[in-house]
């Protein structure tokens, strides 16, 4: 018997159940959820660090899904209660991709969720054979948090890849814990990206807090005014969006810097 009640602890299981055609076995989701708008209107009953338990007790799932270390007090609890608890703990687009086909054979749609995973696998091929055809590749900095200045955890650096960009910092890409990934203003100084890309994971980002930084003002991204936002909502979810919309806006940000640079 296949799991027909299910909370969703964070938004890319849900929209991977949905995509699945399987939306109707999702009875709680994250309040963060925004994909797709339709499940926004099923009980809300987490944030990404904390949980109401009474809430979730009240629609009786047989399966609590959840992400990563940062959810481990949560899902003690709810294992503690009694609650069947799956924990992903995808970090690279491969492991993205590997999460979809894993939830597709839990709850029983293996098929569903293969096609799903190979359609996207794809698309990011479609954008990466496109962002071969760029004149160069630049340099770039994705900035996922301002203060302390935290670099892209390894699924965003990848996907700056495909869309034809080179992280400034491939050496930080295997450090899945957010201290692990902080630098110091004077090390992104150092590596002059020619463009900075911000995700502030659910703040929208600020330009001139970017500009200001002591000793910014020469490096290349910030001298010709290449600062850009990718939406965290697009971006720092390790789901189906950061593998469409997310890469999607990162190429149209390459192609665009390159493309500028070409006619100037």
Request: charged share 30%; net charge neutral; aromatic share 8%.
């Amino acid at each position: 018997m296949y799991p027909k009640r299910i909370v969703c602890l964070t938004e890319e299981t849900t929209e991977t159940l949905y995509l699945l055609g399987e939306g109707d076995r999702v009875v709680g989701i994250s309040g963060y959820t925004v994909r797709p708008p339709e499940a926004r209107q099923k009980p809300k009953v987490s944030s990404f660090l904390h949980a109401r338990c009474e809430k979730i007790e009240a629609l009786k799932p047989d399966l609590i899904l959840a992400f990563s270390d940062l959810q481990a007090d949560i899902t003690t609890d709810l294992v503690k209660r009694g609650y069947p608890v799956f924990t992903f703990n995808q970090r690279s687009v491969a492991e993205i991709l590997q999460m979809i086909r894993v939830l597709g054979g839990i709850v029983g749609v293996p098929d569903k969720a293969d096609v799903l995973a190979t359609t996207l696998e794809r698309g990011l091929d479609d954008i990466r054979e496109k962002a071969a055809k760029l004149p160069w590749r630049p340099k770039v900095f994705f900035e996922e948090w301002y203060d302390p200045l935290i670099s892209g955890i390894r699924w965003t650096e990848e996907l700056v890849e495909i869309a034809g960009g080179d992280p400034i910092f491939p050496e930080l890409k295997d450090a899945g814990l957010a201290k692990d990934r902080i630098v110091t203003g004077d090390r992104v100084i150092e590596r002059a990206p020619d463009v900075i890309i911000g995700s502030w994971c659910g703040k929208p980002v600020r330009k001139e807090r970017i500009t200001a930084r002591p000793g910014w003002q020469d490096v290349p991204a910030v001298k010709q005014g290449r600062i850009y936002e990718v939406k965290s909502t697009y971006i720092l979810q390790p789901g189906p969006a950061a593998l469409t919309e997310g890469v999607r806006q990162l190429h149209a940000i390459v192609e665009q810097v390159t493309a500028h640079t070409i006619r100037g």
